[in-house]
């Protein structure tokens, strides 16, 4: 099976210079409506058997035009949702680099737990836990290779593509997830497969599963190509 994981447009908190976390009402600015539309025209002709989003409305926002035009009612998962940051939910990021706790998460993310909220090794777990869960429903119901879209947040999708290229939580902020982008990862029985990152191009053409006899089903999705940029909170 294989997964788009698609970070929501950007959002008023992103555009504050905030850690929104999981407040409530954290809307998509006109630019990060415009990337949701966008977005959702370069998904809209692939042949996606399922929507599954983070409960939050940014990603709620992001994965509607591409829900209405596939025709899809998104799945909620709460563990896609973005990390509980506890006390620091909603602080000016310019506040939060001077707290010990900030080089912290950026040096030894697996150690990171932020007061009052959650850990980021917890973030990973469940992030991935979640994708295998829907990954393995979706062969059973199909029985064939299938594209899906995870619509959820930077640091999920950077923790979830971690895992997958075996890198230690540690270094997972090397890894850039920008607003709108896609990654791909393809779980086998063997191993996942990161085809994409960080991707805002436009040809996905690529990403349609192949036939039984294009495919060899231990490799990775063919056409796969890996970006960079930049970090946004």
């Known amino acids: 099976m294989t997964v788009i994981l698609l970070r929501h447009g950007v959002s008023t908190s ?11 009402g954290v809307e998509l600015t006109d630019h990060g409506t415009e990337q949701a539309r966008q977005v959702g025209q370069r998904l809209a002709g692939l042949p996606i058997a399922r929507i599954v989003a983070s409960p939050l409305l940014r990603c709620q926002r992001t994965i509607s035009p591409l829900a209405a035009e596939l ?14 940051y506890g006390d620091w939910t909603g602080r000016p990021i310019a506040e939060l ?4 706790l900030w080089q912290v998460v950026q040096r030894h993310a697996s150690a990171a737990v ?11 777990a469940r992030a991935v836990a ?5 990954d393995s ?6 029985g064939a290779d299938v594209l899906w879209v995870a619509c959820t947040h930077g640091d999920v999708i950077k923790s979830a593509l971690a895992d997958a290229l075996g890198l230690h939580l540690d270094g997972f902020q090397r890894i850039v997830v920008e607003p709108a982008s ?9 191993a996942p497969y990161v085809a994409r990152m960080n991707d805002t191009g436009a040809d996905l053409s690529a990403l349609a599963p192949p036939s039984p006899r294009e495919s ?17 909170g």
């Open 14 to 24: 992103n555009n504050a210079r905030t850690l929104a976390g999981r407040s409530h």
């Open 71 to 84: 025709g899809l009612e998104p799945v909620i998962d709460d563990r896609l949702a973005e990390v509980d």
């Open 97 to 100: 680099l001077g707290e010990p």
């Open 114 to 124: 932020f007061p009052g909220g959650e850990g980021l090794a917890q973030v990973q």
């Open 130 to 134: 979640a994708l295998r869960d829907h």
């Open 137 to 142: 429903a979706l062969a059973e119901l199909h």
């Open 182 to 190: 896609i990654s791909v990862i393809r779980y086998t029985p063997t």
């Open 216 to 232: 060899d089903a231990s490799g990775p999705v063919p056409g796969g190509e890996i970006g960079a940029g930049r970090k946004d």
